[in-house]
């Protein structure tokens, strides 16, 4: 794993944690229910790439080949599903819930896939950061689960959320040829914004009517969403599935510690505990100085480095 590949990884899901904040301000400066929030986050965030790549003169649909457009046909609907189900989730219980379940099954997806599939174990500082994680991410967003009326529905379909964000993460773990990240990002983007817009405009759609809204737009699109998402698929070239997924942990980290600035949201004491331990847990996965550059997947049962 190469640190570079790890930073990327923890600066995505960073990023990432500003998406709630983010979104909730556009979403109600502009009037948007959370799917409509979701189909603006994908669209300005396929098309910022895809028209950067074309004015750069970089962007060449005749060498995206059958295996490239299957990767971002797949990896856009696989998108489209993680943002429905995880806002559905949202809507159907709690924020903590959904935070709880549709983040923290994900690692625990990508465990199960590579024992049963590539049979593969963790190692047991991998595994020790899971509990860790999951640990402080309950911690964290524990006040937050016994909202809502529909717990077991939010719960399901939270677990849904899960299974769609491993499923990015290992599908996209190795790369297509001829598709870089940008590539990606911006054509699966696309694609899922345009799987989610009937959904969307069955329940209302609007655009930014001044320049506040434009930047909250663009920020959540280029920033929060694009660019981070081209660092996640960047750094799965050498950080390992599993490593991903649990680094992605601290994204509820940093969407309390931006809420309790934005919105004046209490963390409390148990909530920093738990962000110690979510730190703590990325600590360790970090790259080893006696460990190879790169991860290689193992095609026997042996123990997987995780890191």
């Known amino acids: 794993m190469r640190p570079r590949h790890f930073i990327f990884a923890v600066t ?171 590539d990606l990002t911006g054509g699966a983007f696309t694609v899922g914004a345009l799987v989610l817009l009937p959904f969307a405009a069955a329940t209302g759609l609007a655009a930014p009517a001044d320049l506040y809204g434009w930047v909250l737009a663009l920020g959540m699109g280029v920033v929060i969403t694009g660019f981070a998402y081209v660092l996640y698929l960047t750094a799965l070239a050498t950080v390992p599935a599993f490593v991903a997924t649990i680094v992605t942990l601290l994204e509820p980290l940093i969407g309390a510690i931006l809420g309790a600035i934005v919105f004046a949201e209490r963390l409390g004491l148990a909530g920093a505990a738990g962000g110690v331990l979510l730190g703590t847990a990325v600590v360790l996965l970090r790259p080893q100085r006696d460990e190879p550059a790169l991860a290689p997947e193992p095609p026997t049962m042996v123990q997987d480095s995780g890191t």
């Open 12 to 182: 995505a899901a960073c990023l990432w944690g500003g998406g709630g904040v983010v979104g909730v301000l556009f979403g109600n400066h502009v009037g948007l229910a959370p799917l409509g929030v979701a189909t603006w986050r994908m669209a300005v965030a396929g098309v910022t790439l895809l028209g950067g790549l074309a004015l750069l003169g970089r962007l060449d649909l005749r060498r995206w080949g059958r295996p490239a457009w299957i990767r971002i046909v797949v990896t856009g609907v696989l998108t489209a599903a993680f943002e429905a189900a995880f806002f559905t989730s949202i809507a159907l219980s709690s924020v903590g819930l959904a935070t709880l379940i549709g983040i923290g099954s994900a690692p625990v997806f990508v465990a199960v896939y590579d024992a049963v599939v590539r049979r593969v174990r963790p190692s047991a500082r991998a595994s020790g950061a899971l509990v860790l994680a999951l640990t402080g991410l309950t911690l964290l967003v524990g006040g937050g689960l016994a909202h809502g009326d529909r717990i077991l529905g939010g719960a399901v379909v939270a677990l849904g959320a899960g299974a769609s964000f491993a499923a990015i993460t290992v599908v996209n773990r190795r790369p297509v040829p001829g598709l870089n990240p940008v």
